[in-house]
């Protein structure tokens, strides 16, 4: 073999053209699925012109979907810290009966349709649900109303931040938390020293992934909303409402919020993953 044909293989011994055409047509299929579809929708966004566009994000329905979609999301992805950083600290930490189970409960959301998840609170909050009457009679809405859809978005968004921490968690074992122990550090004295620093660039990351989801969801929250314009329709509901109404500009133009907010998620963690990638591979490899 020639020292031309040998310097062009790579370290897996694959010829230059073989890697050129693996790398055409990966950027062909990246183009292809999800450069083009978003290069579509900005088009379509701003086909009636910039102040088509802004009258259909200013417009009443879309401000209530926008504020909605923040207030659902302001609630649900800090409960789910909370959560999270408490399941991953009792799977990674300690050893108890249903270990295996909690953790496999963790994953649920991700194997349960958002349909059915959205479908299981009608079943135990609306007028013929298990706790129904007892709702109505007290005058207390979970149902089309704010409070179904922030548990339907809590349910799906659950295991995005706890799936993140709890391999961290593991990785970096219990010995410093033991050291700090037996320096006459208190239980809490060392969760906030100790072991929440170490996991800070995690947890913003499932943060991150965590809120993405939220603003995102559709499936739970159709169905527990009711699609009552102005009230109980968020971001992708209102985008469906206009879409089957035929405002297919409006549609665009609500649907590239969305857009936006993917493309900033992805960029900030992209960020994270290049000022902290290290460290964050380094605890995984502990």
Same mark, same amino acid.
């Given at each position: 073999m020639s020292a031309t044909r040998r310097r062009a293989r790579?370290?897996?011994?694959?010829? /230059?053209?073989? $890697? !050129?055409?693996?790398?055409?047509?990966?950027?062909?299929?990246? &183009?292809?699925?999800?450069?083009?579809?978003?290069a579509l929708m900005f088009a379509q966004a701003f086909a009636g012109g910039v102040k088509a566009y802004f009258a259909a994000i200013t417009e009443s329905d879309a401000l209530a979907a926008i504020r909605l979609t923040l207030i659902a999301a302001a609630i649900a992805v800090p409960l789910n810290a909370v959560f +999270?950083? /408490?399941?991953?600290? &009792?799977?990674?930490?300690?050893?108890? $009966? +249903?270990k295996n189970l909690l953790t496999t409960l963790i994953d649920l959301p991700f194997s349960v349709s958002p349909v059915i998840a959205g479908m299981v609170f009608i079943l135990l909050f609306g007028a013929h649900g298990w706790f129904g009457a007892w709702l109505i009679e007290?005058?207390?809405?979970?149902?089309? &109303?704010?409070? +179904?859809?922030?548990? /339907?978005t809590i349910f799906v968004t659950f295991p995005f931040i706890a799936r993140e921490l709890i391999p961290l968690m593991e990785a970096q074992g219990s010995s410093e938390e033991q050291a700090a122990l037996t320096l006459g550090a208190g239980g809490w004295k060392v969760f906030w020293h100790v072991t929440l620093p170490n996991v800070r660039w995690g947890l *913003?990351? !499932?943060?991150?992934?965590?809120?993405? $989801?939220?603003? +995102?969801?559709? !499936?739970?929250?159709s169905v527990v909303?009711?699609?009552?314009? !102005?009230?109980?329709?968020?971001?992708?509901?209102?985008?469906?409402? *206009?879409?089957?109404?035929?405002?297919?500009?409006?549609?665009? /133009?609500?649907?590239? =919020?969305?857009? =936006?907010?993917?493309?900033?998620?992805?960029?900030?963690?992209? =960020?994270?993953?290049w000022r902290h990638g290290d460290e964050l591979a380094a605890l995984r490899g502990r």
């Open positions: 790579t370290a897996t011994g694959e010829p /230059a053209v073989v $890697r !050129g055409l693996l790398i055409v047509l990966t950027v062909a299929f990246l &183009a292809l699925f999800l450069l083009l579809p978003l +999270g950083v /408490a399941a991953a600290w &009792a799977i990674a930490k300690f050893e108890f $009966r +249903g007290h005058d207390v809405k979970i149902v089309f &109303a704010l409070p +179904g859809i922030v548990l /339907a *913003l990351y !499932g943060v991150l992934l965590c809120n993405a $989801r939220a603003m +995102g969801e559709f !499936g739970a929250v909303s009711g699609h009552i314009r !102005g009230l109980t329709n968020t971001m992708p509901l209102h985008v469906e409402v *206009l879409y089957n109404d035929y405002q297919f500009a409006a549609a665009f /133009a609500v649907a590239s =919020l969305l857009a =936006l907010l993917a493309l900033v998620t992805l960029g900030l963690k992209s =960020l994270l993953e």
